[in-house]
């Protein structure tokens, strides 16, 4: 079922159905999309350029504003090329044409990755084998059978979940010529330092990766990217259709985008803020017995052991208190309704309070009661 639509959203709270709420949902992480200079440099980018690049960066559709940000994001996540592209749908597709442009002619695809990178493989014409959820040993069984040159694929943080991908295994075990792809829309602007994505946080050698991410979520932007050696990214520039035939971002998100970046650089506080508050919403769901939530994603699916209809009645609970705690019923998720609540670095105190005050009270099946406490 298609979500309420919201009418009016600032970083943390949104109106809809007539009524303000605070949100604990979606994937602003940093609060980007509505930080005060982006939105300024937006507004800047609208008289320079109007709305739209209105053709393919091949032909007349390429701007100053798209070379900066490709040069930009290059720079922050430490890889030696980036091409842009119009979203994150389409540089999973970019990324995998190119590779079977230069000879890749299997994909080994974690069974839970997100459904663009099957449709990606698919559509760049490679055999598709799935491995076990974040089963590195089975990956390396599945990549056995096939011919090199090969690419093993997957979400380096999974949105359902949060859950994170074993990278740095899967990597060690490609063969000589094989490829990782990370799909890391969840993990830039999430993990490593200040935000530069799971490639930072794991030290992973830039040789044989392959990076896609979204601008749309943590950068609260719009558009796509892939990153990774010049030499692959001449091969996606020259070979794939998915840049080549389609017209890239609006120049106004191209620009927001370059301040976004800027601004992580910036304020190192806000990825550190991003860190305590998932910290602090992971440590308000294990006084209520869930111990399995990772901290260092602002990801936390979730149902305590409740039933779809309690689940219901404590979403209810925190609307007419004024939370929104988002529940979902989206694929790759720990049960088919689960709470899939996000924090950002742009949550204060008072409203992380809020939530503590909505969830603190639950009980959950899992969770002994303090001694002398009555159910
Ligand atoms: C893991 C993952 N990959 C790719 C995409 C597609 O990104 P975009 O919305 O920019 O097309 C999404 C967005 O929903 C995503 O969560």
Redesign the pocket.
């Known amino acids: 079922m298609t979500a309420p639509p919201l009418d009016t959203s600032t970083a943390t709270t949104a109106t809809l159905r007539g009524r303000e709420v605070i949100v604990f949902g979606g ?1 602003n992480y940093l609060g980007l999309a509505q930080h005060p200079s982006v939105l300024a440099a937006a507004t800047a980018a609208l008289n320079n350029y109007g709305l739209s690049a209105s053709a393919s960066r091949e032909t007349t559709g390429n701007t100053s504003a798209h070379q900066d940000l490709e040069r930009a994001l290059t720079e922050f996540c430490g890889f030696e090329s980036g091409l842009l592209v119009p ?6 597709l970019a990324a995998l044409q190119a590779l079977a442009a230069s000879g890749c002619s299997a994909a080994v695809l974690d069974e839970r990755a ?1 459904p ?2 099957a449709d990606a493989a698919r559509m760049a014409g490679l055999e598709l084998h799935r491995f076990r959820h974040l089963d590195t040993g089975h990956a390396a069984q599945c990549l056995e059978r096939l011919k090199p040159r090969a690419v093993v694929i997957t ?1 380096s943080v999974f ?1 359902a979940d949060g859950a994170i991908a074993p990278s740095t295994d899967l990597h060690a075990m490609l063969r000589p010529e094989d490829v990782l792809l990370l ?1 890391d ?2 993990g830039f602007c999430v993990l490593g330092n200040q935000g530069r994505g799971t490639a930072d946080a794991f030290a992973l050698s830039r040789d044989r990766l392959v990076v896609t991410t ?4 943590g950068l609260g932007c ?3 990217v892939v990153l990774g050696t010049q030499s692959l990214i001449e091969t996606c520039r020259r070979n794939s259709t998915a840049y080549i035939c389609t017209t890239p971002a609006s120049p106004i998100l191209t620009v927001a985008a370059i301040e976004a970046v800027r601004v992580m650089q910036r304020h190192a506080e806000l990825h550190e803020s991003l860190c305590a508050n998932s910290n602090r919403v992971a440590a308000l769901l294990r006084s209520i017995g869930d111990h399995t939530q990772d901290p260092r994603t602002p990801i936390f699916a979730f149902t305590l052991g409740l039933s779809a209809e309690t689940l219901r009645e404590i979403h209810q609970r925190a609307w007419d208190q004024g939370v929104w705690l988002p529940l979902v019923e989206y694929p790759g998720g720990p049960a088919p309704v689960y709470f899939r609540l996000s924090v950002s670095a742009a949550h204060t105190p008072d409203q992380i309070d809020k939530l503590t005050a909505v969830l603190g009270s639950v009980q959950s099946p899992t969770c002994p009661l303090p001694s002398g406490a009555k159910p």
């Open positions: 994937c979203d994150g749908y389409i540089a999973n997100h663009s990178l979400d949105a799909d829309c969840h979204t601008l749309a979520k719009a558009g796509g």
